[in-house]
């Protein structure tokens, strides 16, 4: 069965960064959009960046400029990296292989003094 895990989350200071990786199983990717969501306790996920199999960007306004993603085909792996972290950031990071509804458990990134 598919597998996403997402690992690299923790407590960082703001302005501080952190890279986020997803390793995938159970389905190669490589024809896919690739996307990373968060999610706050109480509210909706939310679409944080996505790339295509091409290599096309797409971020959410609230990260322009701040997270970058990657992806490694013959790994199966995407990444986030994030820089410039806010305490608005803090939330559950989670990877997806558009459009497939699975989900793994996230990754927690807070961002705190």
């Known amino acids: 069965q598919v597998h996403l895990a997402e690992s690299g989350g923790g407590l960082v200071q703001p302005g501080g960064s952190l890279r986020l990786s997803c390793a995938a199983s159970?389905?190669?990717?490589?024809?896919?959009?690739m996307a990373w969501y968060r999610q706050v306790p109480g509210k909706e996920r939310e679409l944080v960046a996505d790339m295509t199999s091409g290599g096309s960007t797409n971020y959410a306004d609230s990260v322009k400029g701040r997270f970058a993603i990657s992806r490694d085909n013959a790994k199966n792996m995407v990444y986030l990296q994030m820089n410039s972290l806010k305490p608005e950031d803090t939330a559950v990071y989670y990877c997806r292989v558009q459009y497939f509804n699975y989900w793994g458990q996230g990754t927690q990134v807070t961002v705190s003094s």
């Open positions: 159970g389905i190669i990717f490589t024809i896919n959009t």
